[in-house]
């Protein structure tokens, strides 16, 4: 029997790989770089299955190239590169990998939040360079983490998980979304118009996905509302974030700090970030840990398998 041909568009992971090689015709070697869009054309014009990742564009005139395709299954939780109307219209099945990443990304937040209330990367700095002069009292000051108010903006999974890892640290938790949630057991987190958790938190965290209307949806006004001591971490979208706005809040002290793991233009950043003290900035690790990148492989295999065989899709996005 002939393998289904399957298009990937970025190397993933050993294990994972080496499950697409023993299952399916692999139709070119993916490289560890981001594909041109004549390359992406080539593949989805021969693929009955794509394993696409968050940073290719996937439009109706791509789409239009991929007359055997049945599925595309995005290496991410977000498809706000996917024209879902466009998939839909031509019967692709379009899923995403919800659930297995929640943990890491939700690490990753804490992680932020910490080096910057703590200022972990300056003084990693001053290690360095060799301009660490000793201990002193007043030296490199902090914020306290320990008690403060955590705000946090879209209690989806991520959002949750971000929320419980709160309780070790006894900081009431506050939040904005659509629908109220329900803590667990032993927790109680406060639902409020967005307006009165951008006043209220001390640290921010967003956790919501890319739409029309969550672009820019902390933007000069939003970050005016929130404290001058707050901290803003972002590990959803970056385009979330009005980065133009932020730049100057973080320059003219309207807020603290802030924590990026996204950005507006990946893989630019805007120039007036890395300039500032006040702003820790990673290269979109939210979910880079290797357990969770090969979960997420096989959650994408697992969904291509059921569509090929005739069965709906494990993770659909609707």
Not at 284 to 312: F, K, P, Y
């Amino acid at each position: 029997m002939m393998k289904p041909r399957l298009f990937v568009t970025r190397r993933l992971p050993t294990p994972v790989m080496d499950r697409i090689r023993d299952q399916y015709d692999l139709l070119s070697d993916p490289p560890d770089r981001a594909l041109t869009p004549q390359e992406l054309r080539h593949g989805f014009a021969q693929a009955d299955a794509v394993v696409s990742t968050l940073s290719d564009r996937i439009g109706a005139d791509l789409l239009s190239h991929a007359t055997s395709l049945k599925i595309l299954a995005n290496y991410a939780v977000g498809y706000n590169n996917i024209d879902i109307a466009a998939a839909r219209a031509r019967g692709i099945v379009v899923t995403n990998t919800p659930d297995v990443l929640t943990d890491a990304t939700a690490d990753l937040a804490w992680a932020l939040l910490l080096a910057v209330s703590r200022r972990v990367v300056e003084g990693d700095r001053w290690i360095r360079e060799g301009t660490w002069a000793g201990w002193a009292p007043t030296q490199m000051l902090g914020t306290d983490v320990s008690g403060k108010t955590l705000g946090i903006i879209g209690m989806g999974r991520i959002g949750r998980a971000v929320a419980e890892r709160a309780h070790g640290f006894r900081m009431p938790v506050i939040y904005t979304s659509p629908r109220p949630v329900t803590a667990p057991r032993g927790l109680s987190w406060n639902r409020q118009p967005l307006d009165a958790v951008l006043r209220q938190s001390d640290i921010l965290s967003l956790h919501v996905p890319l739409t029309d209307t969550t672009r820019h949806l902390i933007g000069q006004r939003e970050l005016n509302v929130m404290k001058s001591t707050a901290i803003l971490i972002n590990t959803s979208r970056g385009s979330v974030v009005d980065e133009a706005a932020l730049v100057s809040a973080l320059a003219s002290g309207s807020i603290a700090g802030a924590g990026l793991d996204v950005y507006e233009q990946e893989p630019t950043i805007h120039a007036g970030l890395t300039g500032l003290h006040n702003v820790v900035l990673l290269p979109h690790l939210g979910s880079a840990t290797l357990e969770t990148r090969i979960r997420m492989g096989m959650m994408c295999l697992e969904n291509i398998a059921a569509v090929l065989a005739g069965n709906a899709a494990l993770n659909p996005v609707e």
